[in-house]
């Protein structure tokens, strides 16, 4: 299967680069995978697809202030630090600018010094280990220090950390949002629970593999970056029970779609409590064993993540859907609208 074919064309300016006053305002697309057939609607009238007995899973992962900047005290060069993932203790891999200025050996100081960094291993592609030094706790300096992680393509300033956070966030350690679930207020998730339908939390921590560019022809050659996820013992429960009562599982954006058939595919199609890496790539010809259902935003041209909407919904009927959206000026992206595929 070509990478090409999954191509369409996205004018710049529907690429959201600011989130909306309110949340749930945001429109919403709703895309029937058997027919194909489309609806226009606003987020908070998602519940009008609900039904009593349905599950929503959403993702918990909280994402980190990842981004600092810094200077090499020998030569004053300012540096950019993306911290991705805990090696271990104060190690972290991080994505360093311009990377060929750390070596090993080579340090960095943050701030007025609260935060320091000493290169201890190399990695390709920019890829550093870092090993940070400082007083108190890491999480809390790194609160002061560092910045939201934005995605590539969005070039304005966020005016509050917040909205690139979803009201749920939780477990700390995402470089990227899980930006399905920033529609969701408190209210409305009030309101989807008051109506009889369960909500389920699980968590993957999103790498910045979620932004990678594919860069083979064929799909079938493409490799994912490794992603942790958690599914506790109460969630798996639940979604058990959900299913085994006919309810529908609707997966809240596409980690928790894949955290969730990463665990069904482990153990035959059940949702067990597990911890672990996924490196799972669905697109067209996939088995779904999980879900039923899902909602998501609107993706890049020739991304996994439309590969893997692709691969639910029918990949000639969501290149239609977003000849639609494209035509009905709909917003993309992290802090765009919302699609709802049943």
């Known amino acids: 299967m070509k990478v090409e074919e999954f191509d369409f064309n996205l004018p710049e300016e529907l690429i959201a680069q600011t989130p909306l006053a309110e949340r749930a305002e945001s429109r919403l697309m709703v895309l029937d995978k058997e027919t194909g057939a489309i609806q226009h609607e606003v987020f908070k009238n998602i519940t009008s697809f609900l039904k009593p007995g349905d599950c929503l ?22 540096i950019e630090v993306l911290l991705l993932k805990q090696e271990d203790g104060d190690r972290w891999e991080t994505l360093v600018k311009p990377a060929k200025r750390i070596k090993e050996g080579s340090q960095i100081l943050f701030g007025d010094g609260q935060l320091t960094a000493i290169c201890v291993g190399e990695k390709e592609h920019g890829g550093r280990i870092l ?12 609160d ?8 590539p393509y969005i070039k304005e300033q966020l005016e509050e950390r917040d909205r690139y956070q979803t009201v ?7 470089a990227a949002a899980p930006t399905a679930g920033l529609h969701f207020t408190e209210e409305l998730l009030e309101e989807i629970r008051a109506m009889g339908v ?18 083979v022809d064929k799909i079938e050659e493409h490799e994912m970056h490794a992603e942790f996820y958690h599914i506790s013992e109460g969630t798996a429960r639940l979604i058990e029970q959900v299913k085994a009562e006919g309810g529908r599982i609707i997966s809240v954006g596409t980690t928790s779609t894949r955290t969730l058939e990463t665990v069904a595919h482990n153990h035959d199609g059940h949702i067990q409590a597990a911890s672990g890496w996924t490196d799972i790539f669905i697109y067209p010809g996939f088995e779904f064993k999980a879900i039923d259902g899902m909602i998501t935003n609107f993706h890049l041209p020739k991304s996994t ?10 990949k000639e009927h969501v290149l239609n859907a977003y000849k639609e959206a494209v035509a009905e000026k709909y917003r993309f992206f992290s802090f765009g609208d919302a699609m709802l595929i049943k």
Request: aromatic residues 10%; without cysteine.
């Open 57 to 78: 899973v959403l993702n918990d992962t909280k994402v980190m202030p990842a981004r600092l900047y810094g200077v090499k005290p020998d030569t004053g060069a300012k």
């Open 131 to 142: 090993e940070f030094s400082y007083e108190g706790i890491f999480y809390e300096v790194l």
């Open 144 to 151: 002061e220090l560092g910045e939201m992680p934005l995605p």
């Open 168 to 174: 749920f966030a939780k477990e700390r350690g995402s």
């Open 198 to 215: 369960h909500t389920a939390f699980l968590t993957l921590h999103v790498g910045l593999g979620t932004f990678r560019p594919v860069s």
């Open 305 to 314: 993540l439309i590969m893997l909407i692709s691969a639910l919904a029918g």
